[in-house]
């Protein structure tokens, strides 16, 4: 990564470097899988306290029938709004190294400390934004107990233990249940599932995929992709923390299949690269980076035209 200018963010403040902060923070959410599906929280940011709250609204029931009756008023049905809170924090880690070393290494520390602590701040925001997409308050859970059954929940927990791997049966009981069930919105008319590999790699070895794709798209298997199949566009991640291998054996790879607007960041203060005042003489420093944000579910409920997401994982 090139270098740029340190300064003081006041005269007696941070020394931060400002251009290579912003490329840090881009680069970090271009590079992590979930961040491209979260949805900003707008109107919050520095000096408006550390609790935001995302107003929300529930859909109007839709009558048995619309018919009206002579001399008989309209009926009225109930308009219901709820709110919910996101309380941000603080997230950040550092790296300390010395002058001497600096002065006696081949190797240019700061840029190469500077570049690990990007990689750092990727890998640690998908793990973030992945824990809200299937953390508890996601509560629709999809486990796969075989080819062609399964076991959902809507309390958020697993009701059973996955013994199978995923394959098109299990894409389209997901899109169904979004669909028809659940009635999420689309993303730009798809829903997204991001997949550990194993979850992708067993759709890809099911023979339907396989037949489905001889005529639509050939290249897909030659460039590895699952593409878009039964109204979900899949993205696969080989991020450990953020999506894992469950069920018997390992034999599922984790996964979330979601709509538009799911998960919400509330961030007070973007991420951003800081270097330590040089302590004993400048022999002691220190580079980090360091952010106020946190990300939640909007909608933390398993009703029809709520829920957004399904989490397909294992007890």
């Known amino acids: 990564m090139a270098q740029f200018q340190w300064q003081f963010d006041a005269p007696t403040g941070v020394f931060k470097n400002h251009a290579l902060s912003a490329q840090l923070y881009k680069v970090a959410v271009e590079d992590a899988v979930f961040m491209d599906?979260?949805?900003?929280?707008?109107?919050?940011?520095?000096?408006?306290?550390?609790?935001?709250?995302?107003?929300?609204?529930?859909?109007v029931a839709e009558p048995t029938s619309i018919d009206l009756v002579e001399g008989v008023d309209i009926p009225e049905d109930t308009f219901v709004l709820s709110a919910k809170g996101i309380t941000v924090g603080e997230i950040g880690r550092s790296v300390p190294f010395t002058s001497f070393a600096e002065d006696l290494s081949s190797l240019d520390l700061e840029n190469s400390i500077q570049s690990e602590l990007r990689r750092q701040m990727t890998l640690g925001?998908?793990?973030?934004?992945?824990?809200?997409?299937?953390?508890?308050?996601?509560?629709i859970k999809y486990a796969i107990t075989g080819l062609a059954t399964n076991n959902i929940t809507t309390n958020g927990t697993f009701g059973a233990t996955s013994s199978a791997n995923m394959n098109v049966f299990h894409a389209e009981e997901i899109r169904d249940y979004l669909y028809d069930t659940l009635r999420a919105p689309t993303v730009g008319g798809d829903y997204i599932g991001i997949f550990r590999t194993l979850g992708i790699r067993g759709l890809k070895r099911d023979p339907d995929w396989e037949e489905w794709h001889k005529y639509t798209d050939p290249t897909v298997k030659f460039n590895s992709e699952v593409g878009r199949i039964e109204g979900i566009r899949f993205i696969e991640t080989n991020h450990a923390n953020a999506l894992r291998k469950v069920g018997t054996s390992s034999v599922l790879g984790e996964g979330v299949v979601f709509g538009e607007d799911s998960v919400a960041m509330a961030e007070a203060q973007t991420?951003?690269?800081?270097?330590?005042?040089?302590?004993?003489?400048?022999?002691?420093?220190?580079?980090?980076?360091?952010?106020i944000l946190a990300f939640d579910v909007i909608w933390d409920t398993g009703n029809a035209g709520q829920a957004r997401i399904v989490h397909v994982g294992s007890l």
């Open 37 to 59: 599906h979260v949805k900003p929280v707008e109107d919050f940011g520095k000096k408006m306290g550390e609790n935001v709250t995302l107003k929300r609204v529930s859909a």
């Open 125 to 139: 925001l998908d793990t973030k934004v992945a824990s809200a997409f299937r953390g508890s308050n996601t509560k």
């Open 271 to 291: 991420p951003e690269l800081r270097a330590g005042m040089p302590r004993d003489l400048g022999r002691s420093k220190l580079v980090g980076w360091y952010g």
